[in-house]
């Protein structure tokens, strides 16, 4: 009998580990690879905390889909040993498409290809390693097993996924209304026809979680600092790509360059499988590495960006509900160019303006359902009496505006 592996994870304690197949795909450079990859992008601008990676997230969330399914089977519906090891083995393969910054610099250096696609491309290379060992778990990640709620727990709107990565990043970052309870939310799943439900006892741990992806968002992932430093990144790497464009020589690893010195189509990207083993290659140190070096780049304004990005000299960044009015962007825009000496084409790297939203619940196909009693299954807004649901299904837009610190905004967007 193959020994149990134990991880101790500060969230969960031990994780225990005895698939043998399992601890395979664990050691293999592609997983291995989410430990050069922050979970958080760059949110340890806001939060020195938060350094916990992608490949904490892999084996929090595994060890989530396992205690899922312990609850699913003791309640007495069947689950095999081989859909167990694949609906493991889906989750912890589910972020493996993540690139260097996760989201950051997802439209950066691929802009025509998602992390989901290279996600299954990867699993695919995987699979065809080890002789369809994965056919399984694809299936279920790819949502085509017919029994749906594998794909629900991977991929929903209660997922394991969002149940790991609030409690995780909640506890690294140290804000604490992040925090759920997942071992109340797990042990409240049933099965209605091959699809997952929640007991109708479960619906006051539900608007817990749901508030407190609503928090995270706008105190976490979408906090204006955080904002700040991601848009001085993707300009840092705008600008490197449009300088190796021009001709212009800039040092950085051979997998980056690959992907500095041309936009690749889906279509580029699949038919050569060079692409996939050179993105493998890249991680968050790739970036890091370059920017060091471009700091004391000729090109005086990537060495600009660079250099203040390093000693966390951000951009300053202001939320609103409207957009900056067009006489005030105006306005800063004739300062910056005056106090840079640039041109009006380099202000682009310099004055950033977009918008994002928060949606904690969305109402549609991929609903929460509640089983009750009598066994009849509704959607969680028409089975719940508390405002606070319909609430959070209300999508809330902001717009920032990002511009160097040299140019104070007083007040917000608004004023």
Same mark, same amino acid.
């Given at each position: ?62 060890? %989530? ?68 060992? %994965? ?20 991929? +929903? ?47 006051? +741990? ?8 609503? %928090? ?41 360059? %690959? ?95 977009? +918008?994002? +939203? ?58």
């Amino acid at each position: 009998m193959f020994p149990t592996k134990i991880i101790n994870d500060p969230i969960y304690g031990f994780i225990k580990i005895n698939n043998p197949f399992i601890l395979k795909l664990i050691d293999h450079p592609f997983v291995q690879r989410l430990k050069r990859i922050k979970q958080l992008g760059l949110a340890e601008f806001v939060y020195p905390g938060a350094h916990h990676t992608r490949f904490h997230h892999a084996l929090g969330a595994m060890h %989530l889909m396992v205690e899922a399914l312990n609850n699913l089977r003791a309640k007495g519906y069947q689950v095999s040993d081989d859909e167990m090891e694949a609906a493991e083995i889906a989750i912890l393969l589910h972020d493996i498409g993540h690139g260097p910054f996760s989201h950051v610099l997802e439209y950066t250096l691929l802009n025509h290809v998602h992390h989901e696609e290279i996600s299954n491309l990867i699993m695919e290379k995987l699979n065809k390693h080890f002789n369809g060992r %994965l056919n399984l778990a694809i299936s279920m990640f790819d949502d085509t097993y017919p029994r749906k709620f594998f794909h629900q727990l991977i991929s +929903s709107q209660l997922d394991v996924d969002r149940l790991d990565y609030l409690s995780r990043d909640s506890f690294y970052t140290g804000v604490r209304e992040g925090f759920i309870g997942s071992e109340r939310l797990l042990s409240m799943l049933d099965l209605q026809d091959e699809n997952l439900v929640m007991e109708e006892k479960g619906i006051y +741990s539900i608007e817990n979680f749901l508030m407190a992806r609503r %928090l995270m968002y706008w105190q976490v992932y979408l906090h204006k600092t955080a904002i700040a430093g991601e848009t001085m990144l993707i300009q840092i790497l705008r600008r490197a790509k449009d300088l190796i464009i021009q001709g212009k020589k800039l040092s950085c690893s051979k997998a980056l360059m %690959l992907f500095l010195k041309k936009e690749y189509t889906w279509e580029e990207f699949i038919a050569d499988p060079n692409l996939l083993i050179a993105f493998t290659d890249l991680d968050d140190h790739d970036v890091w590495a370059a920017i060091k070096t471009w700091k004391d780049a000729d090109d005086k304004i990537l060495s600009l960006l660079c250099t203040h990005f390093l000693s966390r000299k951000l951009f300053t960044c202001k939320l609103g509900s409207q957009p900056l009015p067009k006489s005030k962007r105006t306005e800063i825009s004739e300062e910056i160019k005056a106090k840079l000496d640039i041109s009006d084409e380099e202000l682009s790297y310099f004055v950033i303006e977009g +918008s994002t +939203s928060n949606s904690a619940y969305v109402q549609g196909d991929n609903t929460i359902k509640i089983v009750d009693k009598l066994g009849h299954v509704v959607e969680l807004t028409e089975a719940s009496d508390l405002p606070t649901i319909q609430a959070l299904s209300k999508i809330v837009k902001k717009y920032y505006f990002c511009c160097p610190k040299s140019v104070y905004l007083q007040g917000d967007l608004n004023a």
